[in-house]
């Protein structure tokens, strides 16, 4: 049986439901959170863990995410060890002149955002990380990026955040929302009907389906990634690692359709090394395919030719809730009071996590944020249209 009602309904129990409930706490609001699988289930439990800084557009994008890096240091000491967060600190991987080019400008852009970042030489990146082989020539390096347990992090996120009251239910999917003058008044679930005057829309890629219950229109699609997962080894990776490939692919959708999607690399505390990832458009088929996982094999092993000798145990998929501008969609949203979105986090909802769930509990109970939410706002994918 459903509860009747909540102050604060959170549709999804993914990295960013599972923040905001945690952040709402932090304000003495217990919410409800309606998850209609289990916590973890959608992208939040099938990625990678990287709270890398380098891999964001500069400006906005960096910043917030800069804002969100911060916030990790304090939450290891309310959330525990057990997120196993680390601060080895990030490599973007550099293999051509061309490469090395374009990142000498994208380092200019994200210093004047505010990140340190500082250009070194290849022998100097295998000094770093000797893993490493000859193929690569240059390397950015960020003393800031990190990596989590994003399962972990979700999870500890929740207990926090029902050990100081939240709600949350589980296996039940939300299926309408009620609206009267301009308002949220309710959502249905098979259950029942439960009165909430402010819903949160933390539904992840499936953001757009939980929008049109509100009668809106939200342009999040899912973007699916495929992931290789090899045996647990000895500490092999130092850093955290993406090639500049992959920033390029990131916010440049039809190189990563014509397979030039770059890699990511992180070594795990178990020792398992999680190899990403692709970037397809394919709906919402979360399968790996065979053509995928070569892909990223074919691509990694020039550069750590480590990895030829370590089997992979299983691959995984998971869908990026992607948005047409590579911002996530945060905020009120305009004529329809207590609607809020906060979902559309693309490849970066496990290093946002921590800003955005403070800022869209600040939003709710105290009217005002740290960061603004202007540019994050619903509205701005249709002001274009008109
Ligand atoms: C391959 C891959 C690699 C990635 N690597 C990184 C990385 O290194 N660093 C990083 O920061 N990010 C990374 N990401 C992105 C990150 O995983 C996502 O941005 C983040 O998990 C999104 O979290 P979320 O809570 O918005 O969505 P989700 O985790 O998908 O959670 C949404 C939840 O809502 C539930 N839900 C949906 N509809 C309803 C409904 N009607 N009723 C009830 N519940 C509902 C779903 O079941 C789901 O559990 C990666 C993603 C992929 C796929």
């Not at 990287?50 to 400006?59: A, D, E, N, R, T």
């Not at 200019?108 to 970042?117: D, H, I, P, S």
């Not at 949220?184 to 757009?208: C, H, K, Q, W």
């Amino acid at each position: 049986m459903s509860p009747p009602k909540a102050d604060v309904l959170i549709i999804g129990a993914g990295v960013i439901g599972a923040s905001i409930a945690f952040h709402l706490t932090r304000h003495g609001i217990k919410p409800l959170l309606i998850e209609k699988s289990s916590p973890a289930a959608g992208s939040s439990g099938a990625c990678d863990g990287l709270v890398f800084l380098q891999s964001k557009k500069p400006g906005l994008h960096l910043k917030l995410a800069m804002e969100s890096r911060r916030r990790f240091d304090g939450l290891i000491d309310v959330l525990g060890d057990g997120i196993e967060f680390k601060n080895p600190g990030g490599m973007c991987l550099i293999e051509s002149d061309a490469e090395l080019a374009a990142m000498r400008l994208f380092i200019e852009e994200q210093r004047r955002t505010g990140l340190g970042v500082e250009l070194i030489e290849g022998d100097e990146a295998r000094r770093r990380e000797p893993c490493l082989s000859q193929r690569v020539i240059a390397a950015t390096f960020s003393a800031l990026d990190s990596q989590v347990n994003p399962y972990a992090l979700t999870f500890a996120f929740l207990r926090t955040a029902k050990s100081a009251g939240a709600r949350i239910l589980m296996g039940e999917a939300v299926k309408g929302i009620e609206r009267a003058a301009g308002k949220t008044i309710a959502v249905f679930t098979d259950n029942g009907r439960i009165s909430a005057p402010v819903v949160v829309n933390a539904a992840g890629a499936l953001a757009a389906d939980v929008g049109r219950m509100a009668g809106l229109e939200v342009p999040i699609t899912p973007r699916r990634g495929q992931i290789l997962v090899t045996a647990a080894v000895p500490p092999l990776i130092r850093h955290c690692l993406i090639s500049a490939q992959y920033v390029a692919a990131k916010f440049k959708p039809e190189l990563a359709e014509r397979g030039g999607m770059g890699f990511s690399l992180e070594q795990a505390d178990s020792g398992n090394i999680l190899i990403g990832s692709t970037r397809e458009f394919v709906g919402f088929d979360r399968r790996t395919t065979f053509a995928g996982i070569r892909t990223i094999a074919s691509r990694i092993v020039p550069v750590i030719p480590a990895l030829q000798r370590i089997p992979v145990i299983r691959t995984f998929g998971g869908l990026r809730p992607y948005t047409p501008d590579g911002l996530p969609i945060l905020g009120k949203v305009a004529g329809l009071d207590g609607f809020i979105m906060a979902a559309g986090h693309e490849g970066d909802g496990i290093a946002l996590s921590a800003i955005t769930g403070e800022l869209i509990a600040d939003l709710i109970a105290i009217g005002r944020t740290r960061f603004p939410l202007d540019a994050f706002r619903l509205e701005r994918f249709h002001e274009g249209a008109a």
